[in-house]
């Protein structure tokens, strides 16, 4: 291909040149004909000191810059270099900016070329990597990158990224690269000619063999599905028991240096015993145990011996994926047999390729992210097996368009479907059926339960992983909820007779095939703004409600609940917001039935409608269904009553007035569970981390419903040294929260953290328990670090994940990261990145909390403590889970600060650290505690 392409990357003293940003350093890389032709790079004098964090970040200072040329001496080198020539960066708006303005500040034309930029490209046609950074990308691709954030050596890495996806998008498929053209029009990257060129380039030369493991099927590609692997094992399978010390042997030649473990051996032990006597069992296994081999080598073997299957369930994504990637890896080089193992999700994890097809034809005005998600996932559809959400790296609008493409049972034609048999859910299931090893999430396992036994094939035996969030998935399955935003995302699915959407699609296709519904379908549109505006005035009247009922100001942050009683709505508000529910109900049903009339003419012309046309009947059936139970949900949670439940109603006090969410949830589950879970399994495995509470299995096994099963336990001790490897401090200055304001204490504990990270070198995580607490202490801190002496990351303050947060954290030398609910666990950053942990709070749930209320309320009816049966056996675990963050491996060490003085003050404060390992407990002041720390580390 005959073009030229210029690589730029600037260094500058900041993000913004029109505030007086410049730049310091200028790298080009010219490429042409497939190859770097040129390279040149130099340091500019900004004419401005460069501030210190920048200096530490690109590794130029002042003094390297001093002497360098102004950018007007270099300008015509450049404006030479990009004569003709696309301008290619990573990404290009940052770069084009600043050339842009100092080209203008030079009295140069600027830059009216085409332009590249390698981030959005490297998203279309590298749609699985987990980041689009240089420096992630140079690392996958095995670029020598050596020094990152120097403007030449960034050039270098993006020239040779451009090189490496020009020739990926010149391999793909012809037909992929033809149904990208009209996609990549609407980019920032002027792709159009280059597609062009490989269009033609195959078009005309003999380029159009047949790929073996690609399928064109219907105007796309996709890769063909392997074939699962037969079984080949002919000999008796051992038992595990008999097989340890050979599998011991397979293992160390398999990962160097590697030993079973005493706690490994024992918790092995104990599972296979477990399954091969049909029992329950609870496992707490200590940090460092290696608990996924250990429940997956008994579990498979007894599965393999046995000749079923053995379900493999984690609370999140994380562990799935890692169970899979690594895991079954490592099995296949280590038993003495062959087996097949399957990851089996919640449906809308999977693509279906009918929606896909029909939105890719949709010719309709739509954003970038969308564009963008329509390439990538055109790019993928040659790579991938599964179709599997979690390996797609879409934009964060992309995750709107993936629910109008996922999988879903209410809109699944089924064998009718042209794409049945290609199609990802069924295949994930079909793998499923027969896999020795199923690996699914406690979210699909209780969806599974809910629906009765539709999802997952038939188990007599499953090994639960993470088991401490059993109570809380089950709870959450077995209850309901609604919201506004649940009916407003179906009205837009289904939209008007004036917009694009199902509504017109679908009139206009009973016109088609001679129908005479249109009087139906103007009442429907009717129907539907009547609905549409009574329902928003019923959740605006919950709203109000609420807020007045709660006290809620307008300054306070998050939602604010108010537990209710349906058969009991009575006094102030209540009757009005009655009336409106009995308002929407009726208009409901009459949509409903109205909707039923369409679907029922329409069906009694099913067999004569194409292939487009019955994909928007069974969409219009789904809506239905949906619809359905929407109407449902709202009746069940405002108008009927069951003493088992709680139900509550949620409302976001800073957003929408309509913005309100309405629950129930069963105050106890352990009846359920027994009835439908624990008596219909031969054996259930609970393992994980923080299971008992003061080395007892009382709670949880009182919780889940688990004794009249007698269940067998176990208490697999932590390999880790934590004497050797902890400290665990109680500073005696701080105040005690309730004897001060909550002002006061927020500016003793963001003094102690700043003078903690000073002794630590940063590399802390500070553990809160309130959002709001851990807002006010962020920006209070941020005004305490100087020259950005510390890099402060907070959760929902700072953008991204947790993995993000977590991954940013890891990055920089001396950081400090807050985080809430989901960082005290899962968190898992090992090595010198984290030396200090604070937990500023004993994690006791927030007495208002209506379902943790309504348990209390249900202890107290039976002459029991809600405070020591819930509340601090709850607080336990959790404390357990935070302080299991700072030790991840046999070198770390690191210090633990508590910052709550009940944990030495109170009788129960004792429970804490009875449940810790044996770590060495220190109370003195913070000055006292620092030089120890000081010392120790």
Known sequence: MNKRFVVVDL???????????????????????????????????????????????????????????????????????????????????????????????????????????????????????????????????????????????????????????????????????????????????????????????????????????????????????????????????????????????????????????????????????????????????????????????????????????????????????????????????????????????????????????????????????????????????????????????????????????????KTCLGKHCPWFSRCFYHRARNNAYGADIIITNHALLFTDITQGHQLLPSYKHIIIDEAHHIEEVASDHFGSSTDYFSFTHLFSRLGTLESSDLM???????????????????????????VKYELDDCFTQIHSLVVKRVSASKNEIGRKSLRFYPHEMKGNGWKEIQEAVARVQMYLKDTLKLMKRIIDEISLNEEDLNFPQSGLFTAMKGFYTNFSEEEGMLEELLLHYDPNYVYWIEVDVRGAKNATFIYNKPIEVSQILAENFFSKKHSVIMTSATLTVKNSFEYLIHRLGLEDFGPSTKIIESPFLYENQVQLMVPTTLPNIKEVDEDEYIYEIVMSILDIAKTTKGRMLVLFTSYDMLRKAYYQLKDFIVNEEFVLIGQGISSGSRAKLTKNFKQFDQAILFGTSSFWEGVDIPGEDLSCLIIVRLPFSPPDNPIFEARSEKLKELGKSPFMELSLPQAIIRFKQGFGRLIRSSHDRGVVFVFDRRITGTRYGKSFIQSLPQVPLKENTLQELLYDIENWL
């Open 11 to 409: 260094e500058t003293t900041g993000n913004n040149p029109k505030k007086g940003d410049r730049i310091i350093q200028v790298g080009v890389v010219v490429v042409e004909q497939g190859k770097i032709i040129n390279q040149f790079s130099s340091f500019v004098n900004p004419e401005i000191s460069i501030p210190s964090f920048i200096q530490q970040f690109t590794g130029i200072t002042n003094d390297m810059v001093v002497d360098a040329p102004l950018f007007s001496s270099i300008a015509p080198i450049l404006m030479d270099y990009l004569d003709g020539a696309y301008f290619v960066a990573h990404n290009v708006p940052f770069d084009l900016s600043f050339l842009q303005n100092e080209l203008d500040m030079c009295g140069y034309n600027t830059f009216t070329g085409p332009v590249i930029d390698t981030v959005e490209l490297a998203r279309l046609l590298m749609p699985t990597e987990e980041s689009f950074k240089l420096n992630h990308l140079a690392t996958s691709l095995n670029f020598v990158h050596d020094r990152p954030h120097q403007a030449d050596s960034d050039a270098e890495a993006t020239a040779r990224i451009l090189l490496y996806l020009l020739e990926k998008l010149k391999g793909l498929p012809l037909l992929t690269m033809q149904r990208l053209k009209p996609i990549i029009k609407r980019f920032n990257s002027g792709l159009e000619d280059i597609l062009q060129t490989y269009i033609n380039e195959k078009l005309t030369t003999a380029d159009l063999k047949v790929d073996n493991t690609l399928d064109e099927f219907r105007q796309l590609v996709i890769k063909k599905a392997s074939e699962p692997t037969k079984d080949t094992t002919v000999n008796e399978i051992p038992y595990f028991h008999d097989e340890v010390n050979t599998v011991e042997e397979r293992l160390q030649e398999t990962m160097e240096g590697f030993e079973i473990r005493k706690s490994q051996k024992e918790m092995m032990d104990s599972i296979d015993q477990a399954l091969m006597e049909n029992q329950h069992l609870l496992v707490e296994a200590g940090t460092g145990t290696g608990k996924s081999l250990a429940y997956l080598l008994p579990g498979l073997f007894f599965a393999k011996k046995n000749e079923t299957s053995m379900v493999i369930s984690t609370h999140t994504v994380q562990l799935q994926q890692q169970l899979l990637e690594r895991d079954m890896n490592i099995l296949k080089n280590t038993v003495p047999f062959s087996f097949r193992s399957a990851v089996l999700k919640g449906r809308s994890h999977y693509l279906c390729l009918r929606k896909f097809e029909q939105k890719l034809n949709e010719q309709l005005d739509q954003n970038y992210d969308t564009l963008l998600s329509k390439g990538q996932i055109l790019v993928w559809l040659t790579e991938t097996n599964e179709g599997d959400v979690e390996q797609i790296n879409l934009p964060s609008g992309g995750r709107v368009f993936w629910n109008e493409i996922q999988s879903e049972a």
């Open 504 to 530: 017109q699609q679908l009139f206009m296709m009973q016109q088609e095939i001679g129908l005479n519904l249109d009087d139906y379908f103007e009442k429907l549109n009717e129907l539907i703004l009547d």
